[in-house]
């Protein structure tokens, strides 16, 4: 009688992954140890042992990071550190983040004023217009739309992204921004001091008839609950709609639903 072929046990150990998905999981192995030594920087040796791989693997895959921008490595030292295309990644990441906190707030303050609304966060030296709710009073304004820039201080939001930072950041801003200003109806440094220090006085930045004569817009930094600006709010109408006791009323509308949403102190 003929013997049974022997029966194969099924083994409880995963599987090895596919060849690709390896070298994706010791690419991020790397970037984790670049990351974790970012600060004083790592040569190739210490961040071959740390990720585990041979020297020679390891200088392959940082080869690719470096030439995707994930990661630098200085010719001198040696040393690799992070690369400015994860700062761009992780900026991407933070304003979508930041847009869904705030979107029930823009709503709410949509409805209630029955005007524009906007959301702005800064990006280096530019405010990003990241999202906007449109109220239903039949005549409206558009300032700006989702996606654009300019640089900080050109507009109520923008402005108020710098406006209420310490002294000497908003002297830096302004002082790097300054040859852009006049681009904007001849618009000088000194003007945008000029425009933030009332702003600093009200509570809120104005900005009247900056972009379209009929338009004026009421700006209001958020502020986080250790004191940092994450991002600006503005309120867009028409002339008619915007005497001063509405602006300030508006500005304080915002403060309050933010407040309220738990977005601010």
Do not use: W
Request: net charge positive; glycine share 8%.
């Amino acid at each position: 009688m003929a013997q049974s072929a022997p029966r194969l046990e099924r083994s409880n150990r995963p599987s090895p992954p596919p060849k690709g998905a390896q070298s994706i999981h010791r690419a991020l192995a790397l970037l984790r140890q670049v990351a974790k030594y970012n600060q004083q920087g790592a040569n190739l040796s210490k961040l071959a042992r740390k990720a585990d791989l041979h020297v020679a693997t390891a200088h392959r895959i940082l080869s690719v990071l470096v030439s995707e921008g994930l990661v630098t490595h200085d010719p001198v030292t040696k040393l690799y550190h992070l690369g400015l295309e994860l700062y761009h990644l992780g900026h991407a990441a933070r304003q979508y983040t930041v847009r869904d906190t705030f979107r029930g707030a823009i709503e709410r303050i949509a409805n209630l004023t029955h005007d524009t609304v906007f959301l702005l966060i800064r990006s280096g030296n530019d405010a990003l217009c990241i999202d906007t709710v449109q109220g239903e009073y039949p005549v409206r304004t558009i300032v700006v739309d989702v996606g654009a820039r300019r640089p900080l201080g050109i507009g109520a939001g923008s402005l108020s992204l710098i406006a209420f930072l310490p002294e000497e950041q908003f002297e830096e801003v302004v002082t790097v921004n300054a040859p852009r200003y006049p681009r904007y109806k001849n618009l000088t440094a000194d003007e945008i001091r000029a425009m933030a220090a009332e702003g600093r006085q009200a509570g809120y930045v104005l900005s009247d008839g900056l972009f379209h004569e009929d338009a004026v817009s009421v700006g209001v930094p958020i502020f986080d609950f250790e004191g940092n600006i994450t991002a600006a709010i503005t309120v867009s109408a028409i002339r008619s709609r915007m005497g001063p006791r509405r602006r300030a009323e508006i500005a304080e509308l915002v403060r309050e639903v933010t407040r309220s949403e738990g977005l601010s102190p």
